[in-house]
């Protein structure tokens, strides 16, 4: 089994990303966290690698943290919860927050998480709660929400939510891009720039 990872980011995509190793490209999926943190394409990268195998198929998936590879492995655990929903779920909340949220049974703050509904969040509740005990020992503080938006990052997050993306990850896009073109970009030169934060 491929536990983990060391090449060159052939391509990027916010769920998926390509790694040559000396000549060999492994297609690899990840989370959304995973990708915010990877540098640019053509640079080196380190994963944390889950191979998963089924009868008719193997997939490869990432994480830049061993804590979040163990999370992503007890949430395939739960009855229900395969590897894609496991990476959807961490794209939508950070370990941070995830873990305090199963532990605490705080039924709303799961089901805020897109594909997640209250059955599945039940039975993360009940059949993970005990288990991350140890993560949420290891877990860093949630990041501070950004605060002192302006009306143009307000609107762009609501656009970007919109279109599907966790409001969490839609911050931190428009923070991101908000520091490169500066006070003065408009509603569009703003959207545009965080949706290119999703593209690199």
Excluded: C, W
């Excluded at 140890?134 to 307000?154: F, V, Y």
């Amino acid at each position: 089994m491929i536990a983990y990872l060391a090449g060159r980011l052939f391509e990027k995509r916010p769920n998926r990303i390509v790694v040559d190793v000396q000549g060999v490209g492994y297609e690899v999926h990840i989370p959304l966290s995973t990708f915010y943190e990877l540098g640019e394409v053509s640079t080196e990268v380190q994963l944390q690698i889950h191979t998963h195998v089924r009868e008719d198929a193997l997939a490869l998936f990432g994480f830049k943290t061993t804590q979040e590879k163990k999370v992503f492995e007890h949430l395939t655990s739960v009855s229900g919860i395969g590897p894609k929903l496991a990476i959807t779920i961490l794209s939508g909340m950070s370990v941070a927050e995830l873990v305090p949220a199963i532990r605490q049974g705080n039924l709303s703050r799961l089901v805020s998480i897109p594909g997640v509904g209250k059955k599945t969040a039940e039975r993360l509740v009940v059949e993970l709660r005990d288990k991350l005990a140890k993560i949420e020992e290891l877990a860093a503080p949630a990041q501070a929400p950004i605060s002192g938006l302006t009306p143009h990052q307000e609107d762009v997050i609501s656009a970007l939510s919109n279109l599907g993306y966790p409001k969490a990850v839609a911050e931190r896009a428009v923070e991101k891009a908000s520091a490169e073109i500066g006070s003065g970009g408009t509603f569009e030169a703003l959207l545009r720039k965080s949706l290119q934060m999703f593209s690199k």
